[in-house]
Nanobody, 119 residues
Framework: QVQLVESGGGLVQAGGSLRLSCAASGRTFRTYTMGWFRQAPGKEREIVAA????????HYANSVKGRFTISRDFAKNTVYLQMNSLKPEDTAVYYCAARPDYTSIFDYWGQGTQVTVSS
């Protein structure tokens, strides 16, 4: 059974940093792309960053470029989202997700972790 388990969320002041982790299990993700999404109250879910597991190619939303970094650790089967220079508008529930490289549909989702940035 595939599981994506996020951790690392919390409350931080504006300008601070957090690192989110997504521990993946239940299958090999070698041919998958991993993504971080977020959803703020009253807003639609949006993609924040993505990384192809094998090649390490990355993609970022314009709103987080230069502040967030996505990475993966093969040995730990874990994907990270390092978030620096956080802003109040980054407040949201952050979700980890996975999709096969050959499709745009994210098949697997974690339960989400809350990130709150105070001003």
């Amino acid at each position: 059974q595939v599981q994506l388990v996020e951790s690392g969320g919390g409350l931080v002041q504006a300008g601070g940093s957090l690192r989110l982790s997504c521990a993946a299990s239940g299958r090999t993700f070698r041919t998958y792309t991993m993504g971080w999404f977020r959803q703020a109250p009253g807003k639609e879910r949006e993609i924040v960053a993505a990384i192809s597991w094998s090649a390490g190619n990355t993609h970022y939303a314009n709103s987080v470029k230069g502040r967030f970094t996505i990475s993966r650790d093969f040995a730990k089967n874990t994907v990270y989202l390092q978030m620096n220079s956080l802003k109040p508008e980054d407040t949201a529930v952050y979700y980890c997700a996975a999709r096969p490289d050959y499709t745009s549909i994210f098949d697997y989702w974690g339960q989400g972790t809350q990130v709150t940035v105070s001003s």
